[in-house]
Nanobody
Framework: QVQLVESGGGLVQPGGSVRLSCRAS????????LGWYRQAPGKERELVAQ???????YYEDVVKGRFTISRDNAKNTVYLQMNSLKPEDTAVYYC????????????WGQGTQVTVSS
């Protein structure tokens, strides 16, 4: 059974930081490209960050320099470190797993709410 479980969301002050975690089970973790998506109210779900098996990373322009994606294959966990948070970062964040070489997300996390507000 494929399962991605997220944690770390919550209410964060503007300018603050939060670290999201997503632990996977039911997949060979090292074979997958891992990503973080987010969906704000009334908006489309968008890819925020991605990391490949070779640790190549991609970031959406608006988060570049503020967010860092990383993975720990031994722990089957992908992280999203978010710094210098802005109210515009408020969204539900979803982790994802995509088999390397494919274009379709194979598994999604349940989503975790990140609210940036004073």
């Amino acid at each position: 059974q494929v399962q991605l479980v997220e944690s770390g969301g919550g209410l964060v002050q503007p300018g603050g930081s939060v670290r999201l975690s997503c632990r996977a089970s039911g997949i060979i973790f090292s074979d997958y490209v891992l990503g973080w998506y987010r969906q704000a109210p009334g908006k489309e779900r968008e890819l925020v960050a991605q990391i490949t098996r070779g640790d190549y990373t991609y970031y959406e322009d608006v988060v570049k320099g503020r967010f860092t994606i990383s993975r720990d294959n031994a722990k089957n966990t992908v992280y999203l470190q978010m710094n210098s948070l802005k109210p515009e970062d408020t969204a539900v964040y979803y982790c994802s797993a995509r088999y390397s070489g494919t274009s379709t997300v194979a598994a999604w996390g349940q989503g975790t709410q990140v609210t940036v507000s004073s």
